[in-house]
């Protein structure tokens, strides 16, 4: 350690703190903190280590230093973030690139060294009076050739203690690899606090260092902009990712049960508030994560872990009818963080549970009564539409046995789901893997939802559900996805899922739960037992096997008008959708792969030659078995 260092630390450390530090041999951490606490000139640094007594530290604080309240059910607590810092900040998330370097028109980058002095800027002294917490986590599970460690620095002890709930404890491995490893730093500040919310939102910003792998986030506490090993180190990761001939996915992953005990693993990309966590969560079967996964191919097979170990979900709709397991863990005593809900009485309420809310309560704009406008006069709801839950996955009664398998679960197939209205059919299967990427994948569009700031509801392109994290170029990160799974000798089958569809009259065709039915019907695609219809578009179910599973899931009738309103292959929607998709592979992005191009003109040809024979809106009788 360099004598600055050594100094730095040793002021401002206690003697405890300062050995627990040093027990990681690794200067370049030493440096790292070091040169956090001369900018952001914390009152005292706490390094956490493994210890039962440091994490039950952090837990107590986040409730002493009121950053979270205790409701009445054991272990339970509220947070609130401030109004305008309710969802992931897209704008003021920016990578910071040195001059040549460009990633394209969909990537939001700023120049590095005027993104440094600016976030820096904001950082200084911004933890005078309070405590900073150093705490140490593994990205996968340990002891692993996915693990990643990482080390984040913040002064909230919310984010510290929420970041305890969803991730692998990381100090021992990081102790263990000490100066051998490459591992990702997240150096946070809530900035100046009122009522104990981030005062200075406007000033919030979110850079990603991409040449000294450091993530800076400042004046916000929304966990998506603070969590570091969430949505911020995705960033880094993927193009960890891309140098070492992985893939890092904003996916959940989900053991399918099917025939004869038989349990088959699902990846599945959604956009943020699109059915990903329901999906990892269907009641019977079986959840290793609801959000990132890295997946690797090990010995002739794609194998996946879940880089996290809890669950940061949107609670709304969240009831015992369509997620019953989530629903009966946030009513039970356990360790749980709800963030914006409404609070009456010491309990959490939201929109979607299934009991009636009630008329007052609080919530983050403060006190809180029916009828309460925000600043532009508009009704504010009782809890926001992004009001979340945290919580382990640990203790849940479906937790799949393989969450900490070092080696991962083997992926039998990849699904791609966004909010779509009008296009895609509800389930289908792709040709094979390229055509997957291609038309699935890398075509995948969705209408926003308020996980982000901004409008809801407009379509958006959103190829692999991970357009907001990716880090390298777009036509790059595309190809890595075809160069993945190509030579293997079995490739996950490829399938979109689409559980937003909506009929003529505007009403979404499927209920919440149909989804189940989806993903038995892709378990059993997956051991080519069910025979699919050929589309252009892909294989889609056949009646007879949707009837059996409605009955068998569900227990559900499934008539002939439903399947063929559903399945309706919408020639026109999906025309108009490839005309968006390709001029946007064509014209907005440099480095589109040729092949691209080529998959998206045959499945264009497919679509025209069907409807000169067959019509603009085909029922799903017209297609024969494959
Ligand atoms: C999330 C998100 O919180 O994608 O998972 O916003
Ligand atoms: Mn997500």
Redesign the pocket.
């Known amino acids: 350690m360099d004598d600055r260092t050594g100094k730095i630390l040793r002021d401002n450390l206690s003697d405890d703190n300062y050995a627990k530090l040093m027990r990681l041999a690794n200067p370049k951490l030493h440096r790292l903190v070091a040169d956090a606490v001369e900018l952001c000139r914390p009152a005292s640094v706490f390094v956490a280590s493994d210890a039962p007594e440091d994490i039950r530290y952090i837990r107590s604080k986040a409730v002493e230093a009121a950053e979270e309240k205790p409701l009445v059910t054991p272990g339970h607590t509220c947070h609130f973030d401030g109004p305008n810092d309710q969802?992931?900040d897209k704008e003021v998330t920016k990578y910071l690139l040195k001059p040549g370097l460009d990633l394209g028109k969909h990537i939001n980058a700023t120049d590095r060294e005027k993104g440094l002095a600016e976030v820096r800027g904001y950082l200084k002294d911004s933890m005078a009076g309070r405590q900073m917490i150093v705490r140490f986590f593994c990205l996968g599970p340990t002891r692993s050739v996915f693990a990643i460690s990482g080390v984040q620095m913040t002064d909230s002890f919310y984010v510290a203690h929420s970041e305890d709930l969803l991730y692998r404890p990381g100090y021992e491995q990081f102790k263990a690899l000490g100066d051998s490893q490459e591992y990702l730093c997240v150096l946070h500040s809530a900035g100046r606090l009122v009522d104990g919310v981030s005062a200075d939102v406007d000033n919030k910003r979110i850079y990603i260092d991409l040449d000294d792998e450091v993530v800076y986030s400042v004046n916000t506490q929304y966990?998506?902009n603070t969590v570091g090993f969430?949505?911020l180190s995705l960033r880094l990761a993927i193009r960890k990712a891309d140098r070492e001939g992985w893939l890092s996915e904003?996916m959940l992953l989900v053991g399918i049960r099917g025939p004869r005990g038989r349990v088959t693993y699902f990846t599945g990309a959604f956009?943020?508030?699109c059915g990903?966590?329901s999906t990892a969560m269907l009641p019977g079967e079986t959840i290793v994560g609801?959000?990132?996964a890295y997946l690797r191919k090990i010995d002739g097979e794609v194998r996946a872990v879940n880089v996290e170990s809890g669950i940061?979900?949107?609670i709304r709709d969240v009831n015992p009818k369509d997620d019953p397991v989530i629903y009966a863990a946030l009513t039970s005593p356990g360790e749980v963080v709800f963030s914006n809900v409404l609070v009456k009485d010491g309990k959490p309420h939201w929109e979607g549970s299934g009991r009636n809310l009630p008329d007052e309560g609080v919530n983050y704009s403060g006190p809180w009564r029916r009828g309460k406008k925000d600043s532009a006069g508009k009704d504010l709801p009782p809890a926001h539409w992004?009001a979340?839950y945290t919580l382990r996955l640990a203790g849940l009664p479906n937790l799949d046995p393989h969450l900490h398998d070092p080696d991962g679960v083997a992926v039998g197939g990849v699904i791609y789901g966004g909010r779509d209205s009008d296009t895609w059919v509800p389930v289908q299967q792709s040709f094979d893997w390229t055509h997957g990427v291609i038309t699935l994948g890398a075509s995948l569009e969705s209408e926003t939802t308020l996980?982000?700031l901004g409008q809801a509801g407009v379509r958006a392109f959103q190829p692999m559900s991970n357009l907001?994290f990716v880090s390298i170029p777009l036509g790059r990160y595309v190809k890595n996805h075809l160069d993945f799974a190509a030579d293997l000798k079995k490739p996950p089958l490829i399938f979109a899922a689409n559980y937003y569809l909506k009929g003529k009259d505007g009403k979404y065709l499927n209920g919440m739960t149909d989804k189940h039915v989806w993903v038995k019907w892709m378990e059993q695609r997956v051991h080519d037992e069910l025979a699919a219809a050929k589309t252009p578009t892909g294989g889609i179910p056949l009646y007879h096997d949707l009837k059996r599973l409605f009955r068998e899931v569900l227990d559900k009738d499934y008539t002939p008008d439903q399947y063929s309103s559903q399945f309706t292959l919408r020639v026109v929607e999906n025309l108009s959708k490839l005309d968006r998709i390709e001029k946007i592979w064509r014209t907005e992005v440099a480095d589109t792969p040729e092949v691209l191009l080529t998959v998206l003109a045959e499945q264009r040809r497919r679509l025209e030659d069907t409807r000169r024979k067959l019509g603009d809106y085909i029922p799903p009788s017209e297609f024969a078995p494959a």
């Open positions: 969802g992931r966990a998506g969430k949505k904003h956009p943020s508030g990903k966590t609801d959000d990132l940061f979900g949107i992004n979340r996980a982000t907001d």
